[in-house]
């Protein structure tokens, strides 16, 4: 036990003093916190009032959209919606995914199941990639 004695740091917040083994440091006050305290509220960080780096992924164009602090974030999606969001590509309906051409067969052709006949040249799904399957 007394080879890890010396490892790790204790949390700056003088009610909490726990000894973390991975502690955490303020990139703004460069103090030294617990998991429980190295968020800038949780410690009450005097050189970062006003920021704040929350956001939300837009799940339309995967694009991270930065919560305003004192604004609604229904009203933060909105404006994002209305102003800058486009889709993305593949996503309005616009090229729909590749299926296999056999009769009845649905399944989506993607890379690594999919298969190029070599006598025809057809891309089939792997069940239909035999010769006797796709009427080649």
Not at 5 to 15: L, N
Not at 39 to 58: E, T
Not at 71 to 88: A, F, I, M, Q, Y
């Amino acid at each position: 036990m007394a080879v890890l004695s010396d490892a790790g740091e204790h949390c700056s917040i003088p009610e909490c003093r726990q000894r973390d083994f991975l502690p955490f440091t303020c990139d703004q006050c460069r103090q030294v916190f617990c998991l429980n305290h190295f968020r800038y509220a949780a410690h009450n960080c005097a050189k970062a009032v006003g920021l704040d780096n929350r956001v939300l992924v837009c799940p339309l164009c995967d694009k991270g959209v930065r919560l305003v602090p004192s604004e609604d974030p229904n009203l933060t999606w909105d404006r994002h919606v209305r102003d800058g969001c486009s889709p993305k590509a593949g996503q309005e309906g616009g090229a729909k995914k590749a299926r296999c051409p056999v009769a009845g067969c649905k399944e989506v052709l993607s890379s690594s199941g999919s298969v190029s006949c070599g006598r025809c040249g057809l891309r089939t799904c792997l069940r239909h990639r035999f010769e006797e399957d796709h009427n080649c």
